[in-house]
């Protein structure tokens, strides 16, 4: 082959291993800012969404809420975080979660073995088609009913609260990372009998690889966009009352 022909190969070659591993570049953005103003389309809805498993954050399509033994006994001995403001900040999970559509799995214990007080009914009244499981297991990884319906959603991210922060909580947050899961635990809606309880737990369920968060952060992510007015409205009114403590019907004013 003569030298022409070889260089000729070789650029043809790079120009097709270019056309492979090169993405593709808008040549007209969406969005354009203007003297700090953006500009959009006509009924622009945002950006796009990120397909459920290549996105790194919560959303609506790749993520599962499990809360675990919010029971009436099992609250009692909560005693790190004030009991009014952990039921309104999992009011706010639960209703950020019903909002964007989530699978939602409820679980208490002890319910049909000994007669326990059934998860709280305030709970449960936000989210009516929740799953809920019963157990006889602290640890609710070693319940089979309990991971098959974490299974049967399909999906990798969990946000996953419990009473007790140590015990009840850790044991299956640790063992759904172990297999494979990406646990979120959003730290201010869960507790336990004391600070260094809950520090304990929470340290534990960290160095496992479980990652803390707030309530707050699984309504933004999984809103994320502004312009996404399908969710928005609601999503504020959210914020409004859970967050801000704010009545949702009169807005900011």
């Not at 999970?93 to 699978?103: D, E, G, Q, R, T």
């Not at 989210?127 to 959603?153: L, M, Q, Y």
């Not at 009473?163 to 336990?192: F, H, K, M, R």
């Not at 369920?205 to 479980?210: D, F, H, L, P, Y």
Request: one cysteine or more; aromatic letters at 8%.
């Amino acid at each position: 082959m003569s030298i022409k022909k070889s260089l000729l190969a070789l650029a043809s070659s790079a120009l097709l291993l270019m056309s492979f591993s090169s993405p593709a570049i808008s040549s007209s953005p969406l969005i354009k800012t203007v003297n700090g103003v953006g500009q959009y389309p006509e009924n622009y809805q945002g950006t796009p969404h990120r397909a459920a498993d290549e996105d790194p954050f919560i959303s609506p399509t790749n993520a599962v809420l499990v809360l675990i033994d919010y029971q009436p006994h099992i609250l009692m001995g909560v005693k790190n975080v004030d009991h009014e403001t952990l039921i309104n900040n999992t009011k706010g999970l639960i209703k950020s979660a019903v909002h964007f559509n989530l699978p939602i799995i409820f679980s208490h214990v002890g319910v049909g073995l000994s007669g326990s007080k059934p998860f709280l009914e305030e709970l449960r009244a936000l989210a009516p088609n929740a799953i809920i499981i019963d157990r006889t297991s602290v640890n609710a990884w070693e319940e089979p009913e309990f991971v098959g319906a974490i299974e049967a959603t399909g999906r990798k991210k969990l946000i996953m609260g419990g009473l007790w922060t140590d015990v009840c909580l850790a044991y299956p947050a640790i063992e759904a990372v172990q297999n494979g899961y990406d646990v979120l635990v959003p730290e201010d809606t869960v507790g336990s009998i004391t600070q260094l309880s809950h520090d304990n737990g929470m340290k534990r369920k960290i160095q496992a690889g479980v990652k803390p968060i707030t309530w707050n952060v699984v309504l933004a992510e999984l809103q994320r966009d502004h312009a996404r007015k399908a969710t928005e409205h609601e999503t504020g009114r959210i914020f409004l009352e859970y967050l801000f403590k704010m009545d949702p019907d009169k807005g900011w004013k």
